[in-house]
């Protein structure tokens, strides 16, 4: 090899590797956190005074804690929709839970653009680990095919029921385990959360997205034998032990068990644990400064399997619960932390939605910001830069029980009931500064903010075939 030849190979891999170095230290890598089922007060940051989420807490108190912060719907899927898409319920493809069966949910179509195929256009290594419940395997909405280059955990958020199920996926490949009726072996929260930080390993020396889609706490209550965690709090709580229906045979119905209390603290403070490890990871790489987490929750909290809010106050005196679109249905914790930009915790009370994250994450990695979007950037708000631009309103619609309506206009804040069934049903008028738990209905004495209510519930959305809602309206 000439000197000529060997010296241009060396100023190449010097030029790699030195702008490979700048690439990942100009592109934030980013860990989104979405929780399942859990709601605005299940986390000491937001008040929680029975369940112990050290972990959760601390990063609240080194980045930014947001008060006024919406799930994009009140179940799993179409919130999941709109936090992939940036579209709010009236737009998002996927506008609620459609089981396809023998596994899977109705899938997000392929001309759907999502947060995972723009940060893999911005090249991220990019995965998802936990649940996904946009599509099953080989269809439109496989994870694969929505920007997602690894995938583990469940396709199925009907299986994810189970938190010891006979398999999980691993992007195409179906893993069998040892679990049985009658076996618990492998807890599957554990092995997704191990797979989780495998990925943090591998990729430490490039930016990454990594969407952990945990399942704790849905229902049903499950946890490993002998968890150190669930004796602590049966001790705790001293729980008489309730009979609670346990099927396996159909994954549909949720398992419980006889101390349900406990149970749900136990998983919380799992999920916490679950978050601790992360940022030790992080740390543990040496690149948590320019790592960016965001800890949310896909809706408020459920019912199912024995759970039971009231107890924990999980929905912080809020109105409502999971399917509502009252405030306990759809507001839920947002933590941002980058301690290489947030260097004071701060609280935010900027109004936003799950929506405004395509735009966010547009303009973080640099790529142009999407077509027909509902969000707004909330970048200034993170950095605490320039002027934070504010949302008119924010939408909902809820396909079940009647279809529901709900719209945040700044302080106001109107639900309709019953809107896929009865087309003259009353808007009901809340006002949050002075009625944050939404008692007072106060619709008669403000009817111009009403109608303008009204005006939005009817244009703020476009039909969708495959859900349809205004198109069942008993019109007169």
Request: glycine letters at 8%.
């Amino acid at each position: 090899m000439t000197r000529c030849i060997r010296t241009f190979l060396i100023f190449s891999i010097i030029l790699i590797s030195g702008s490979s170095r700048g690439y990942a230290k100009d592109k934030p890598n980013v860990i989104f956190i979405i929780a399942d089922d859990l709601g605005y007060g299940d986390i000491g940051a937001y008040g929680q005074k029975l369940i112990k989420t050290p972990h959760i807490d601390a990063l609240a108190k080194q980045g930014i804690r947001f008060t006024q912060f919406y799930a994009g719907s009140s179940v799993c899927a179409p919130s999941r929709s709109s936090l992939m898409t940036g579209q709010h319920t009236g737009h998002t493809p996927i506008r609620g839970n459609k089981e396809v069966l023998p596994e899977g949910q109705f899938p997000l179509q392929a001309s759907a653009y999502t947060i995972a195929e723009l940060f893999k256009d911005a090249g991220y290594a990019t995965g998802n680990f936990g649940k996904w419940g946009l599509g099953f395997i080989g269809t439109e909405g496989d994870p694969n095919k929505q920007g997602f280059t690894q995938f583990y955990g469940y396709n199925c958020q009907r299986l994810a029921h189970d938190y010891f199920p006979d398999h999980l996926w691993d992007n195409h490949i179906r893993v069998a385990l040892p679990n049985t009726l009658t076996v618990s072996e492998i807890y599957a929260p554990d092995l997704i959360q191990r797979k989780a930080l495998e990925f943090l390993e591998t990729h430490k020396n490039r930016p990454f997205f990594a969407f952990l889609s945990y399942t704790l706490p849905h229902a049903g209550l499950e946890l490993p034998e002998n968890d150190s965690l669930f004796s602590h709090y049966r001790k705790i709580f001293n729980e008489v032990p309730k009979t609670v229906e346990t099927v396996k045979t159909e994954p549909s119905l949720y398992k419980g068990q006889p101390y349900p209390h406990a149970a749900y603290a136990a998983m919380v403070t799992r999920l916490d644990n679950y978050v601790g490890e992360v940022v030790a990871k992080l740390k543990k790489l040496r690149i948590e400064k320019n790592t960016v987490i965001v800890f949310t929750s896909d809706n408020g909290p459920h019912v199912e399997g024995g759970n039971d809010p009231q107890f924990f106050n999980s929905a912080a005196g809020f109105r409502g619960v999971k399917r509502d679109l009252y405030e306990g249905g759809i507001r839920v914790p947002m933590i941002v932390s980058w301690p290489a930009v947030i260097k004071k915790a701060r609280i935010s009370g900027y109004i936003g939605a799950f929506w405004d994250f395509m735009p966010t994450f547009s303009e973080m990695t640099g790529k142009p910001t999407p077509r027909n979007l509902d969000g707004l950037s909330i970048l200034p708000e993170i950095k605490g830069k320039g002027k934070q631009p504010g949302h008119e309103y924010l939408y909902w619609e809820f396909h079940e029980n009647g279809g529901r309506q709900a719209v945040r206009m700044g302080r106001w804040k109107g639900v309709k009931l019953n809107a896929r069934t009865n087309f003259d049903s009353s808007v009901e008028l809340y006002d949050l500064d002075n009625d944050i738990a939404e008692v007072k209905n106060i619709a008669a004495a403000h009817p111009d903010i009403v109608k303008r209510i009204s005006e939005i519930m009817k244009d703020a959305r476009v039909e969708n075939a495959d859900y349809p809602f205004m198109s069942n309206v008993n019109r007169p």
